[in-house]
């Protein structure tokens, strides 16, 4: 299957902080990624779609201002979570989908706002 | 708006039996349906899929089964080994748009050895 790459897989900040999640589709290229959210016990909980060379598509309630998507190229995207707060705390993935209809997830970023 | 459902939140089976994970959907538009396997602090993993020309799809120990009537399906593990421990989430494509993904709340198996 295809082959997406995410780091970091863990990162703590301090709360006020900044943190950058890559996202790299490494044997495919990738128009759109998708950035999930999971709390613990919970769903996968989409936050974004990501669209090369074009501005994100945000689920509602998933302040824009809050996490940056940049998709730079067709093999890197982007999350940024600007000014983190440990409600930010959470685990994120990313995802993308080669030609097909099956997506394929990034490792994860365990994600600790202190 | 949860348009697709795994109602059991956890499963158990003995190492060897079949395990057996459902999932209901509601809209009649999804075509495409995944199944992924997800370990903790881990992203998920592709398992199988199927389309809805088909009712069941085989990959080894997995098989999906596709009852459109009923918007039922339902991923068959056998023989169930303790490495399957995980959870398991469905997801359901439509048909209108190749880029979205609904999915299920998981289903948490634990095999026993």
């Known amino acids: 299957g295809a082959v997406v790459s995410q780091h970091p897989s863990r990162v703590i900040c301090k709360s006020g902080t900044s943190v950058k999640i890559e996202c790299r589709s490494l044997?495919?290229?990738?128009?759109?990624m998708f950035w999930y959210r999971q709390f613990p016990k919970q769903s996968l909980m989409l936050m974004a779609t990501?669209?090369?060379?074009?501005?994100?598509?945000?689920e509602q309630g998933v302040e824009k201002d809050k996490f940056l998507i940049n998709h730079a190229s067709l093999t890197l995207s982007t999350l940024t979570v600007t000014s983190a707060h440990p409600e930010d705390s959470s685990f994120y993935i990313c995802?993308?989908?080669?030609?097909?209809?099956?997506?394929?997830f990034g490792s994860g970023t365990q994600l600790s706002v202190l | 708006d949860q348009q697709v459902k795994q109602n059991s939140p956890s499963l158990s089976v003995q190492e060897g039996r079949i395990s057996i994970l459902n999932c209901d959907y509601t809209n009649s538009m999804f075509d495409y349906f995944l199944w992924y396997k997800k370990y903790p602090a881990e992203g998920p993993t592709f398992l199988i899929s199927?389309?809805?020309?088909?009712d069941k799809n085989e990959d080894g120990r997995f098989t999906v089964f596709l009852n459109k009537s009923a918007k039922h399906l339902s991923l068959h593990i056998v023989p169930s080994q303790p490495g399957d421990s995980a959870v398991y989430f469905c997801a359901a494509s439509p048909s209108n748009t190749g880029n979205q993904f609904y999915f299920g709340t998981g289903t948490s198996l634990t095999v026993i050895p």
């Open positions: 995802s993308a989908k080669p030609s097909g209809r099956k997506l394929f």
């Open positions: 199927i389309s809805s020309i088909k």
């Open positions: 990501s669209n090369e060379g074009s501005k994100a598509t945000y």
């Open positions: 044997d495919f290229q990738a128009t759109t």
